[in-house]
């Protein structure tokens, strides 16, 4: 899209990123907001000079204001910066779970509100700046042209989403990454137990070979004691593990047979 000045409200791990990436693709970084000291190293870091600012100096400022917030207060957020938006101003937000809602405030005078969600997990660093990924977009038609464009200049893949469908989309993504990380820690955790000095390095391959497959192949892609049917060996595991990991275990062997059909694992990780 055409350059622009943008403004970000809400330096975090995300915030930081798509303003360090959208300033590459040519946009202006009229400055950004940043509360605690860990994203003011962030901006300090990444952003150089870019100056820091309240959050409705910032608004006032940009042609693109981005609300990188928590979603819990996005609603908020939109709520008190609503009286320094002029009509045509663009303003998106990052949240995967919201959409246009959270933004009626601002549509309300005259803003062009676009919901704008990287699918990645940020860590707030360099490391991230040449990663690419699917943006999930939520738009009105008159704006769909600016949001693809925006996509395109953090080098995104524009995916749309219906407004209705945003929480089912964002759970999506949350069941598959954020409790991926859980289990592999806890597999990470057992392998330290019994010895293993690089747990990742025996994970790697394993883990890397069975994402690869799922996303090919999906269900047939399973492997292991439930695919197989060794009720014995599950009954093991189960007996092996500490409360907790067994308690996710449990719940994962038992939706993982429901899904192959494996009646007799099913019948033992739900009535044990």
Known sequence: MQRSRVGVVGAGRVGVVLATRLRAAGHEIVGVSARSDASRLRVATLLGDVPVLDPAVVAARADVLVLAVPDDVLADVADDLAPHIDPGQVVLHTSGRHGLAA????????????????????????????????????????????????????????????????????????????????????????????????????????????????????????????????????????????DDTAHAYRALAAATAERVGAQTILDEVTTS
């Not at 939520?138 to 995104?156: H, K, P, Q, S, Y």
């Not at 995916?159 to 993504?173: F, G, M, N, P, Q």
Request: net charge negative; hydrophobic share 50%.
């Open 103 to 242: 933004l009626a405030s601002l549509a309300a005078v005259g803003a062009r509100a676009i919901a704008f969600h990287p699918a990645m997990t940020f860590t707030g660093t360099e490391i991230d700046l040449d990663r690419s990924c699917v943006v999930g977009l939520t738009a009105g038609d008159g704006e769909r042209e600016v949001a693809e464009a925006l996509a395109a200049d953090i080098a995104g893949t524009p995916v749309w989403i219906a407004e209705a469908d945003r929480i089912t989309y964002h759970a999506a993504l949350a069941h598959g990454a954020n409790h991926l990380t859980t289990i592999v820690a806890q597999a990470m955790d057992l392998l330290r137990g019994v010895g293993a000095e690089d747990p990742a390095a025996v994970l790697r391959p394993l883990l890397h070979a069975a994402l690869d497959n799922t996303l090919a192949y999906g269900d047939a892609a399973l492997t292991g004691p439930v695919a197989r049917g060794d009720v014995a060996t599950v009954r093991a595991h189960l007996a092996a593990l500490d």
